[in-house]
């Protein structure tokens, strides 16, 4: 099917906008790097996934097939750190969080995508690559019997950073085994790491190299491999995984399959706080949770990371999330006014309104996702419009039309039709959660007694993989 409307989109690797075309005249494959399932997702963190979203739901509106992948990174050094700390298993230890990752995702009304792999279910694929870039020559074992990958092997290694790969391979000598590290210390990278009885406790996978456990950025190369296949379209996540993540994942896939991995890399710029990115380490991190907590609720809090450039950085404060607030109470004000419209005459231009609000809106998206214009259009046309119902001139087909055309685009901003998510009253929510509690207690009966309560006050719980789920009758 030919494509009415192009995306063209920033690509870090060539430092262009480029049109987003499907390498297979089919779906666009994407892959979007995921959360590191060892304690609750921060804001932060959401304003990467919201962006994703935002590509995904434009894509979806444009009328592109979309095929994306978020992994759920289940080992690294932080998880295992976790689950020994506690002396449970790393499932055990990871598991809640995942399930929270997703009522989180629910609550920021974030699309789900086609897959959510975990980076346990793939170790086979993993080690089948790392199999093959040690028969290559381009992994080797090192003295401490981990296995690294040689980056002076990769003629393009630093490309995506656009890093000066003289002073890269003064780097070279030394090896990292740690999952994160600053481009000062580009070097090569670990593999599979050799376990260690002290560090790793009994959380190991065996493998023709030895006991161990993969390094981060081979997940990210095998879950994409295996599930989109050799080349994806667009590839992923904030700024922050440029480098070391996505260097070393082009590094370690195309030196295994001889293919291009990514035709377009796509970063999304920090939250930030004080002018310092916002993080776990550093310590100035909101989650979800906390807002929700303080009164906000997701779609401000969606709004909030979603209305500025992806591309800029987005300082969070109070004062921007009561703007949010404010932002949407505006586009709500417009959808009761328009309800309630009930005169029969109307105002026959309000066709032609729409279509040249549909014009610019689909303009400003397809400039780069530039969600700024796109709602300056949007808030344009609501000023347009209540002038026009001001002076009498919308009847209640062109309210229905109206309405008609804002759900059409908030199938991309997922932030106007949404009530019935957030009108579960606090009494369900807080016996919901209860709920959650008493089964990870192994409480079974307080358990099933608050579900009968939940139930009789006409709501239900759906278990799913991926958590539960609260949904009216
Ligand atoms: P992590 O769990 O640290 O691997 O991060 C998951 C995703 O969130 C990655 O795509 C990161 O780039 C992104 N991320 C982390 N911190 C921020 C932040 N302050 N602003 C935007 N994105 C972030
Ligand atoms: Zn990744």
């Keep these: 099917m030919e494509q009415k409307n192009i995306l063209r989109l920033y690509n ?5 906008k480029e049109d987003i075309v499907p390498i297979d005249d089919k779906c666009i494959k994407m892959y979007t790097c995921g959360p590191t399932i060892y304690d609750f997702a921060h804001i932060g963190n959401f304003r990467t996934y919201v962006f994703e979203d935002l590509l995904r739901r434009t894509l979806k509106y444009l009328d592109y097939c979309v095929l994306q992948v978020m992994n759920i990174t289940d080992i690294d050094d932080k998880t295992i750190k976790g689950a020994i700390k506690k ?8 598991e809640p969080f995942r399930q929270d990752f997703f009522e989180d995702l629910t609550t920021l009304n974030i699309d789900k995508a086609e897959y959510y792999p975990k980076a346990t279910q793939y170790i086979d694929t993993m080690i089948e690559i790392i ?52 481009k000062e210390n580009a070097s090569d990278f670990v593999l599979w790491k050799i376990y260690d009885e002290n560090r790793d406790g009994n959380i190991f996978w065996n493998s023709p190299f030895g006991k161990g456990r993969p390094g981060w950025h081979i997940e990210c190369s095998a879950m994409a491999i295996k599930l989109l296949g050799n080349t994806i379209d667009i590839h992923c996540g904030g700024v922050d995984n440029i480098f070391p993540h996505h260097e070393n994942e082009i590094a370690q896939s195309e030196a295994f399959t001889q293919e291009r991995f990514v035709c377009h890399w796509a970063h999304s ?25 303080m009164g906000y609720t997701g779609r401000e809090v969606r709004y909030m990371l979603l209305n500025s450039h992806y591309k800029t950085q987005l300082n969070f404060t109070f004062e921007g999330l009561k703007a949010s607030k404010n932002a949407i109470q505006r586009i709500l004000d417009f959808v009761e006014r328009l309800k309630s419209i009930s005169a029969e005459n109307g105002n026959n231009h309000v066709d032609s309104i729409i279509e040249t609000t549909r014009e610019k809106y689909i303009a400003a998206l397809c400039d780069d996702l530039n969600i700024s214009q796109a709602l300056a259009s949007l808030f344009d046309f609501i000023r347009d419009i209540n002038h026009l119902i001001d002076d009498k001139k919308i009847g209640k087909n062109e309210a229905e039309s109206v309405l008609n055309f804002l759900k059409e685009i908030d199938a991309t901003l997922g932030i106007i039709f949404l009530e019935e998510k957030e009108k579960i009253p606090e009494v369900i929510i807080d016996a919901f959660e209860k709920r959650k509690e008493a089964r990870k207690n192994k409480n079974f009966s307080l358990a099933d007694e608050l579900r009968d309560f939940i139930s009789d006050q006409g709501y239900l719980i759906e278990d799913s993989t991926e958590g539960a789920r609260l949904k009216k009758k």
């Design 87 to 94: 002396n449970i298993s790393l499932y055990e230890y990871t």
């Design 131 to 182: 199999l093959n870039l040690l028969e290559k020559g381009i992994a080797y074992k090192g003295v401490d019997g981990s296995i690294y990958y040689s980056i002076d092997k990769f003629e393009s290694y630093g490309r995506l950073s656009h890093l000066d790969l003289k002073s890269l391979k003064k780097g070279a000598s030394h090896r990292v085994d740690l999952d994160e590290y600053e």
């Design 269 to 293: 710029e920090h939250l930030i706080v004080d002018g310092k990115k916002m993080s776990k380490s550093l310590g100035n991190f909101y989650t979800l949770r906390d807002l929700l907590k």
């Design 12 to 16: 870090t690797e060539t430092r262009k």
